[in-house]
Every structure is written in structure tokens, then in C-alpha cells.
């Protein structure tokens, strides 16, 4: 335990740290559902999206169609381009058919002004501007959603990126205080790639916006060394 609410677990395979993260997700899930009669999830693109196979396959059909789902981060792409999160787990089948609401942060007929408006409204009106349980990645740099390095706006639920670091440029992100304040966020970093960011998070960085994340637990196939 690194801090209040905060976990790091190693495990010695890549699919041991994907499992384990599936099964926080999904205990969070269901206490959400049990507690208020639904539960909102946001979901990441990149690796971290596979825990979505195992979550998807644990979670009760009933728990399932009362889960309001959204994105903590999608590139401003159209929904067949490779570089789509919301396209490429569509693709992979990691998405629920019929679950209560399905939110995208981009649409790709609107402009990004457009598109910031929607998805705050919907935030607002389906999720009550907070999440149950969020499903994180983190990039090589220490980036989590959109989110990267000194660059993490903390007003309001979502932000344009315009300029993002890593390709692609243009952005939509929830922000680091919608993260701060979900009831756990659960971040999957597995490869030997990731080790300095992890490092880095685990020593609580204050560069790093994942160091803000209080409710946080940490999924890895690395081996750290003690904080």
C-alpha cells in the first residue's frame, strides 16, 4: 500500500497483472451496482482495453445493462481509423451491446467545440459528473488518458487537447479532477517499457498526473523496487 487507497501489485506474467486488474474493475463494478443500482465505468484504448474481455465476461447480464459506460480518452479520428480507442475495441468485441448508456467523447461529424459540449452534457446528465471506477493505461512518458506530463487540466469533466505530445494531436480527455474523484481507478502498465514511468508513479512524481490519483491500484508484470 503506497498511501490512503493507493495499491502496487507485480505479478510475473503480463496475463496474471491483466487478470487481476479485470477482477478490481469488476468487484468495483459491482459494489457501484449493488450500492446504487447501476454503475459508470470509463475504459482507456491502447493495451490497458483487454481487461475488458474478462470484465465483460464476469459481469451479471442484469449488472451489465444498468453500466453506463464512457471513455477516459479519445483521439479526434474518424471511428475506422487504426488510431480510433472507441473503433479498435469495437473491433476487438471488447464493448457491451446493451448496456444502459454508451457515451463517446468524439463524434466524428462534429467539431471538437461540438463534441466538448456533448460529452460534458452527457456526463452531467448520465454519469452525475462522476465514475465508479475508471480502467487507466499509462504511456512510457507517465501520460494516463490524455493527460500527459505537466500538461493535465483539472477543471471541469472533459477537455480538448489540441496539441498532445504523441500523435495523434488533436485530443478528447476526461480531466484529472473527473479522475480524482472516481471511486477507484484501476491502472494496467505492463512490458519492461514501462518501469521508469512506473517508478516514477510509485515515488508519487508530482509531474506525473497519476500521482494525484489517490483511489489508485496499480496492475504490472514489472518488479519494482521498494519506494
Known amino acids: 500500500m503506497n498511501g490512503a487507497g493507493r495499491i502496487v501489485r507485480s505479478f510475473g506474467a503480463a496475463e496474471q497483472a491483466v487478470a487481476a486488474a479485470a477482477e478490481a474493475v469488476l468487484a468495483g463494478l459491482l459494489a457501484a451496482d449493488a450500492a446504487n443500482g447501476r454503475s459508470r465505468l470509463a475504459i482507456p484504448g491502447g493495451s490497458a482495453v483487454v481487461v475488458m ?3 465483460l465476461a464476469g459481469l451479471p447480464e442484469a449488472v451489465r445493462r444498468r453500466l453506463r459506460l464512457t471513455w477516459v480518452d479519445e483521439r479526434c479520428v474518424p471511428l475506422a481509423d487504426k488510431d480510433s480507442n472507441r473503433g479498435a475495441a469495437a473491433r476487438a ?3 457491451p451491446g446493451d448496456c444502459a448508456v454508451t457515451l463517446p467523447l468524439w463524434w466524428d461529424d462534429v467539431s471538437p467545440g461540438v463534441a466538448l459540449g456533448r460529452a460534458s ?3 452531467r446528465s448520465d454519469f452525475g459528473e462522476g465514475l465508479d471506477v475508471a480502467l487507466l493505461g499509462l504511456g ?3 501520460h494516463v488518458a490524455s493527460l500527459f506530463p505537466g500538461r493535465a487540466p483539472r477543471a471541469g469533466t472533459v477537455a480538448y487537447i489540441s496539441d498532445s505530445p504523441k500523435p495523434p494531436a488533436e ?3 476526461l480531466t ?3 479522475l480524482e474523484r472516481a471511486g477507484l481507478c484501476v491502472l494496467l502498465a505492463t512490458g ?3 518501469r521508469e514511468a512506473l517508478q516514477r508513479l510509485r515515488r508519487r512524481d508530482p509531474q506525473l498526473p497519476g500521482s494525484a490519483l489517490l483511489r489508485l ?3 504490472t508484470d514489472v518488479e519494482l523496487e521498494d519506494a
Open 53 to 55: 474481455r474478462a470484465v
Open 93 to 95: 468485441g471488447l464493448l
Open 121 to 123: 452534457a452527457g456526463l
Open 140 to 142: 512510457e512518458d507517465g
Open 171 to 173: 485530443r478528447m480527455s
Open 176 to 178: 484529472l479532477g473527473m
Open 192 to 194: 519492461a517499457s514501462k
Open 217 to 219: 491500484q496499480i496492475y
